[in-house]
């Protein structure tokens, strides 16, 4: 089982950036598809990105394409996601998670972190 710890989140001003960060133990993040979702205030999780097992295909929503970049690094078992021009409309608790198939549905994912909260002031 393999356990699952993201930070990076803080409070930013619109157009800035952060990199989160998802460390993983347990079990190598090769064996999984990887992604990151997120959680606003009254609304339901939503799908940002994903990475697939072999790391060479990805997809985002259409929200952050062009803006947020997702990459692991598996020496360090711990996956990215790089947010540049943010904007309030990113404030979201943002959640990493890992899946034995390559998907955008949360329900294929079996094993969640925590979350970090992201806040973007316009």
């Known amino acids: 089982q393999v356990q699952l710890v993201e930070s990076g989140g803080g409070l930013v001003q619109a157009g800035d950036s952060l990199r989160l960060s998802c460390a993983a133990s347990?079990?190598?993040?090769?064996?999984?598809?990887m992604a990151w979702f997120r959680q606003a205030p009254g609304k339901e999780r939503e799908f940002v990105a994903t990475?697939?097992?072999?790391?060479?295909?990805?997809r985002y929503a259409d929200s952050v394409k062009g803006r947020f970049t997702i990459s692991r690094e598996i020496a360090r078992n711990t996956m990215y996601l790089q947010m540049n021009s943010l904007k309030p409309e990113d404030t979201a608790v943002y959640h990493c998670?890992?899946?034995?198939?390559?998907?955008?549905?949360?329900?294929?994912?079996?094993?969640w972190g925590q979350g970090t909260q992201v806040t973007v002031s316009s």
């Open positions: 347990g079990r190598s993040i090769s064996d999984y598809t």
């Open positions: 990475i697939s097992v072999t790391g060479r295909s990805t």
């Open positions: 998670a890992v899946s034995m198939t390559y998907s955008t549905a949360a329900s294929s994912f079996g094993s």
